[in-house]
């Protein structure tokens, strides 16, 4: 059979930079539509003080003088759109400033606020107790998760206690010390070769008296939000795809914070040819942040430092498993870059559809692509679609209006 690519002409290296700049600006549009949505985010921060404001109400919590604040994914701005179902899950602190675990266990805190919650009318039948926190359900919405906490007075960097009711400690947690490690590294900017749009810092919290805000919803999430966003999709569908792994599967704070690691030491390397490039960059680099250790006799220790806190190792679980959750986060790892290889070798809007679908979920996808269509047509039908031209060598050209389309299918 003859071979016709000598017929097809080689992309430019301003049309393989425009066009991988394109994918991940696809990625940027997903992530908007992973996020919690205006009118239900509006809802959540209307509930959340509503509850916070009866917390502090009680004669009991109000004596130790409490402060809420946001926490994990929420207050990240990674937050991501549950696979199946419509409920997020939004993490609160519910810190008791005046407790201290050398005068209150782990489980009269629990009681504290699960009793204000029970004697509620309205919260009563929306409680459930978990293992670190509890949970306030919003059926078919989002649930709140608040996570009583003590000071840890002992700790110059501000870290906290909070209980853990199943092995009956206190667990010290950073969770604003890691908010405050992430966002100046979520607002570093990669040098990239002409890159004409830079990506800003995204959320951030203020201190307020008792209550902090929950993060605002319009600020841009730059690469490094964009990117785990990305990643912590993917896992939920690799996950579904492949059951006999889903136990196995990375959470997100390791995700999220192995990203933050690769994020700024790819910043630091150089210059890239698109954004993309620093995305792919990120995820190659992920593992060579996890400590691998040999122990005896032939068992590996695996360690994923919070950077906020001494002694706590987010994959405190991977030990003792026959290596299990390591060897999940390497197979699912190994799948993630071989996704991202795919996509960037794909040309055509349909390939590119059904490959997104495929790895990150259809609904989110679909709805973005959908969105594309409509507003291409409704440019076309205005005369306002511009196609640049290709940049000359000499001087700017003016951009080339696409006529309106009067076909009618024919």
């Not at 008296?209 to 600020?219: F, I, N, R, T, W």
């Not at 785990?228 to 136990?247: L, S």
């Not at 706590?312 to 030990?319: G, L, P, R, S, V």
Request: proline share 7%.
């Amino acid at each position: 059979m003859p071979n016709y690519d000598y017929l097809t002409p080689a992309e430019s290296p301003a049309q393989r930079i425009a066009r991988k700049n394109g994918i991940f600006a696809l990625l940027d549009q997903i992530g908007q539509e992973l996020e919690i949505p205006e009118s239900r985010y509006l809802e959540a921060e209307k509930r959340y003080n509503s509850i916070i404001a009866y917390l502090n109400g009680c004669p009991v919590l109000s004596r130790f003088n409490p402060h809420a604040f946001p926490q994990g994914s929420f207050a990240l701005g990674t937050t991501v759109r549950p696979l199946h179902g419509e409920e997020y899950d939004l993490d609160f602190i519910y810190l008791l400033r005046k407790a201290y675990p050398t005068t209150y266990n782990e489980q009269q805190v629990y009681d504290f606020l699960f009793a204000r919650l029970k004697s509620s009318g309205i919260y009563a039948g929306m409680v459930e107790l978990k293992k670190r926190c509890v949970r306030i359900i919003y059926a078919n919405e989002f649930h709140l998760d608040i996570t009583p906490a003590v000071n840890k007075h002992s700790c110059p960097q501000g870290s906290i206690y909070v209980p853990d009711r199943k092995q009956r400690i206190w667990k010290p947690s950073n969770p604003q010390g890691y908010v405050n490690w992430f966002k100046p590294i979520a607002a570093l900017t990669p040098r990239i070769s002409q890159l004409e749009k830079s990506f800003s810092e995204g959320r951030h919290l203020v201190t307020l008296a008792s209550a902090e805000p929950v993060p605002s919803q319009h600020e841009p999430r730059g690469i490094l939000r964009r990117a785990v966003q990305f990643m912590k999709r993917h896992r939920d569908v690799y996950r579904e795809n492949n059951p006999h792994q889903a136990d196995f599967v990375p959470i997100s704070i390791i995700i999220t914070t192995l990203a933050a690691h690769a994020y700024r030491t790819v910043v630091s390397l150089g210059e890239y040819e698109s954004v993309f490039d620093v995305l792919e960059a990120v995820v190659r680099l992920m593992p060579q942040f996890i400590e691998v250790s040999q122990g005896w006799p032939d068992t590996r220790t695996y360690t994923v430092k919070n950077p906020t806190i001494d002694g706590e190792n987010f994959a405190d679980k991977w030990q003792n498993d026959e290596g299990k959750y390591y060897k999940t986060f390497m197979a699912w790892h190994q799948a993630l870059q071989s996704d991202l290889l795919k996509l960037q070798s794909l040309h055509g809007r349909d390939e590119l559809q059904k490959t997104l679908q495929l790895t990150l979920g259809g609904s989110e996808v679909m709805r973005v692509f959908a969105r594309q269509v409509q507003q291409v047509s409704q440019a076309r039908a205005t005369n306002q679609l511009v196609v640049p031209k290709p940049a000359p060598l000499v001087a700017a050209a003016a951009p080339l209006v696409v006529p309106r389309n009067n076909f009618y299918g024919r």
